[in-house]
C-alpha cells in the first residue's frame, strides 16, 4: 500500500498477465453492497453445490463398481484358473502376509487403550471392572475396523493402484483385452474381493490382539488385579447380536470401498510413469478418507450416534 500527494491511498496488485498495477484502496475499502454480498453469496453455493455433484457421482460410480464385483462373483463361470491365481495370490499378500503387521500394531494400541485406562482407574482408586463394556464397544465397533483397515490400504490398496497404473501405462491391460482377457473379472474383481475378505479377517485378529495383549501387559505392570477368567467372563457378557450387526457390515463394507478405490484411482492415471507415485498416494487419501467416513455413517445408521455423541 502506498500513499500519493494527492493523499489517495493506492494497492500495489499483481495482474494475471503479470504486470503490477496500482488500484485505489477505496475500491477494497469499501464495504460491499447487498448486491456484491449476494453475487459472493451465490459463487459459494455454486462452488459446494459442484463439489457435493462430483462427490455423488463418484460414490455411485464406486458403488457400481462393487456391485459389478459381486454380481461377476456370483457366476461360477467367473472363476477361471487365472482368476483364482489372482485372487489367491492377492489373498496371500494382504491378509496373511500382513498378520504380523495388524498384530504388532494392534498390541501397541491395545497396550495405549487398555493399559492407560486402567491406570487412570486405579489412579483414582476406581475397579478395572468397570472398564470391560467400554473397551469391548470401543474395540469391536470403532478401534479394530479401522486398524484393519489402514493396515490393508498401507500395505495392498496402494500396491494394488501402482500396480494396475503401471499394466495401464505400459499397455498390459490392451494386450489382455486383444485376447479376450476381461480385465475386470480377471483383475478388478479377486481384488476387491481379496481387500475386502482381508479386513473382515483381520479386524477379528486385531480385536483378540489388543484385548488379549491389553490385559497381559495391565496385569504384569500391577493396574489390572481381576484374573483372566473374570475378565474374559466379563467381555462375553457385554456381547450382543447387536454388536455383530454393526462390526460384520461395517467391516466388509468399508473393507470393498477401500478396494474399489484403488482400483479405479489405478486406472484413472493418464500420462507417464511419473504420474503413478502420485496416483498412488491420491488413491490411498481416497480410500482412509472413504474408510472414516463409512464408519461415521454407519455408526450415524445403527446407534444414532458417533462415538460419545448422539446425533440421530
Given at each position: 500500500m502506498s500513499i500519493h500527494s494527492d493523499g489517495l491511498a493506492t494497492l500495489v496488485t499483481l495482474?494475471?498477465?503479470?504486470?503490477?498495477?496500482?488500484v485505489p484502496a477505496s475500491r477494497y475499502l469499501t464495504p460491499p453492497n447487498q448486491w456484491q454480498l449476494g453475487r459472493r453469496f451465490a459463487r459459494t453455493t455454486e462452488l459446494i453445490g459442484k463439489r457435493f455433484i462430483e462427490t455423488l457421482k463418484v460414490v455411485i460410480s464406486l458403488l457400481a463398481l462393487i456391485w459389478a464385483v459381486f454380481f461377476i462373483a456370483a457366476s461360477p463361470r467367473s472363476w477361471t484358473p487365472f482368476t483364482r491365481l489372482?485372487?489367491?495370490?492377492?489373498?496371500?499378500?494382504?491378509?496373511?502376509?500382513?498378520?504380523?503387521?495388524?498384530?504388532?500394531?494392534?498390541?501397541a494400541v491395545?497396550?495405549?487403550v487398555i493399559v492407560q485406562t486402567a491406570m487412570w482407574?486405579?489412579?483414582?482408586?476406581?475397579?478395572t471392572e468397570g472398564i470391560t463394556p467400554v473397551l469391548w464397544k470401543a474395540v469391536i465397533h470403532e478401534i479394530a475396523p479401522l486398524i484393519a483397515s489402514l493396515v490393508v490400504i498401507g500395505r495392498s490398496g496402494i500396491a494394488i493402484s501402482t500396480e494396475l497404473a503401471t499394466m495401464l501405462v505400459s499397455g498390459?491391460?490392451?494386450?489382455l483385452e486383444s485376447q479376450g482377457i476381461d480385465p475386470m473379472t480377471t483383475l478388478i474383481m479377486p481384488r476387491v474381493l481379496s481387500v475386502t475378505l482381508s479386513v473382515f479377517c483381520l479386524a477379528i485378529v486385531v480385536a483378540t490382539t489388543m484385548l488379549?495383549?491389553?490385559?497381559?501387559?495391565?496385569?504384569?505392570?500391577?493396574?489390572?488385579?481381576?484374573?483372566?477368567?473374570?475378565?474374559?467372563?466379563?467381555l462375553l457378557y457385554?456381547?450382543?447380536?447387536?454388536d455383530f450387526v454393526f462390526f460384520v457390515p461395517k467391516t466388509i463394507v468399508a473393507g470393498a470401498f477401500a478396494g474399489a478405490i484403488c482400483c479405479a484411482d489405478g486406472l484413472t492415471v493418464r500420462g507417464t510413469m511419473a504420474d503413478i507415485p502420485r496416483i498412488a498416494s491420491r488413491s490411498g487419501i481416497h480410500a482412509m478418507t472413504a474408510v472414516f467416513g463409512v464408519s461415521a455413517i454407519m455408526s450415524i445408521l445403527i446407534y444414532g450416534r458417533i462415538l460419545v455423541f448422539k446425533i440421530l
Open positions: 495482474r494475471a498477465s503479470g504486470e503490477i498495477c496500482l489372482v485372487f489367491a495370490r492377492q489373498l496371500l499378500f494382504t491378509a496373511v502376509d500382513g498378520l504380523l503387521v495388524a498384530m504388532r500394531i494392534s498390541a491395545g497396550v495405549l482407574l486405579d489412579a483414582v482408586g476406581a475397579t498390459e491391460l490392451e494386450v488379549v495383549t491389553g490385559y497381559m501387559i495391565g496385569w504384569l505392570v500391577g493396574v489390572i488385579h481381576i484374573p483372566w477368567a473374570n475378565f474374559l467372563e466379563k457385554e456381547v450382543n447380536v447387536l
